[in-house]
């Protein structure tokens, strides 16, 4: 088996990998929904890579095609997305609300200011 073949998967790892790279690496809020945005990318990518047959048809039933493709992977992915965008809406909702309260996306900034309350608060 070639690896170059395979090059759907190699795109998977590759997405994944930096999708997890800036969630952790960086401490923007909105850098991190990004990449968690790549990172569930990848993971549609690969669900569908998995559920593709070759030489598969839609499931229609005819003497002519023997190999099917079952479509719901496909259709479980469609909702995926809509749900994805959907949680990707409310964390950027939730991103807007912290720069107003704190005045900052960054987590370091958002952590002092936190730590400063509580002291103030004692």
Do not use: C
């Amino acid at each position: 088996m070639n690896f170059l073949e395979q090059y759907n998967y190699w795109i998977v790892i590759i997405l994944m990998m930096s999708g997890f790279y800036i969630v952790i690496a960086h401490g923007n809020l909105i850098k991190k929904l990004i990449g968690l945005t790549v990172f569930q990318t990848s993971v549609f990518i690969l669900y569908i890579s998995m559920s593709k047959i070759t030489g598969g048809t839609a499931p229609i039933l005819n003497e002519v095609y023997k190999v099917y493709s079952n479509p719901l992977p496909h259709v479980l992915i469609l909702t995926a997305i809509v749900v994805g965008i959907a949680t990707t809406a409310l964390g950027l909702a939730l991103v807007v609300r912290i720069k107003e309260a704190y005045g900052s996306v960054e987590e370091d900034i958002i952590q002092e200011k936190d730590l400063q309350q509580e002291g103030t608060d004692e």
